[in-house]
């Protein structure tokens, strides 16, 4: 019985990193890190043309089930079933891994060949963690970023995505957006104010669009805090659509309100960034069905710290700019923590002694306390001047 081992040993050695052809028969399938195959059809049908031009990977044939364990490969697979007798070709790995480390190394594999949406990196994330602290071995964010050759900001975001509500999901499958920050953003919304995230999916669903700016707006304002708003254009007279019921769509989805900070509804038009699968031209016309739509009413709260609205008492010189000294310039940030993702700014009165690091103020636990930060853990999201005194 040991010399049979032994010579089984032996050809699964021999098979290891040589390509060899497989049924879909011969091959046992786990849950993939991708859960959602696209394109499959046609990928299937490339197979009648031009072949098999990347193989599989596999693990060493599993002597129980005389079956080969996919490892990667799981859309070639999948259209390897719609072509019964088709020959996969395969390459044995028989490196032995950790399952944490293999969720691991089929999400690198699948964000190579063909990008993962943000929920599909979120779940396998999370999986990999919870695999790792079942054996014993637990994964901070900072071994996913070094292990994945990522930032520490990109593990905190994915893995809070890791669990959207049905809805958002659905946006994702149907070509809708797969915008990280659309999709975060919107989570917190549910949480807000349920009736308004409600609004912002049926109009998604109807246009196959969403603002991100829109979206983002309503989060701010359902949190209490100030919805910034723009000049409209000095050139550009006020039209009478801009002067009507809806608000004026140039101030980036913010409506009428007197002193209350209100968010666009999701049936109104802005001029802000848009998350979508389908060209512009295929999307209805903004502007219609607000009746129908909540609104986001708020009273404003004045934000704290130095990255607050620009100085009003700076002019516009019409070359792009505002000029200011170096000492007013304010660089506002987000940084992922390993228990959230925390916001302030760059601090400009002192440099770090490593130059892959700079020291942030964040407003942590409610208060603000410097930290020196990874600059690649570091996402600007503005830069604005200073408020002056008088």
Known sequence: MTRLN???DLGRAAQENQIILLSVDQIEVKPQVRKDFKEIEELAASYDDEGQQTPIIVGPMNPETQKYPLKKGGRRY?????????????????????????ILSQLIENEQRQNLNPYEVGQALAEAKAEAKAAGEPLSNQDLATYMGKSETYISIHLGLADLPEELVDLIKGGITSDSEVLREMKQLKNLQPETF???????NAEGSISRQQVRDAVRAAKGKTVPTKAPPAQEPQTE???????????DGVGKGG?????????????????????????????????????????????????????????KNGKG??????????????????????SGYL?????????????????????QQPKQIKV?????VSVAAMETDG
């Open 241 to 251: 659509h801009q002067a009507g019921k809806v608000g004026h769509p140039a101030q």
């Open 198 to 204: 409600t609004a912002f999916i049926e109009r998604a």
């Open 321 to 342: 700019y505002i000029p200011i000294t170096a000492e007013r310039q304010v660089i506002g940030i987000k940084v992922a923590l390993d228990s959230a993702v925390a």
């Open 347 to 367: 601090m400009n009165d002192r440099v770090s002694e490593d130059p892959s690091k700079a020291w942030c103020m964040l407003m942590i636990g409610g208060s």
């Open 259 to 315: 002193n209350s900070s209100q968010a666009n509804p999701p049936g109104q038009t802005d001029q802000s960034p848009v998350s979508h699968a389908k060209p512009e031209g295929q999307s209805k016309a903004q502007g219609q069905g607000e009746t129908n739509t909540p609104a986001v009413v708020t009273t404003p709260s004045q934000e704290q710290g130095p990255a607050a609205a620009p100085n009003s008492s700076s002019k």
């Open 376 to 380: 690649d853990q570091i996402d600007i």
């Open 6 to 8: 032994d010579l089984m």
């Open 78 to 102: 999948a259209a390897a079933v719609l072509r019964p007798g088709f020959k996969l070709k395969a390459i044995v790995d028989g490196k032995k891994r950790t399952p944490a480390k293999e």
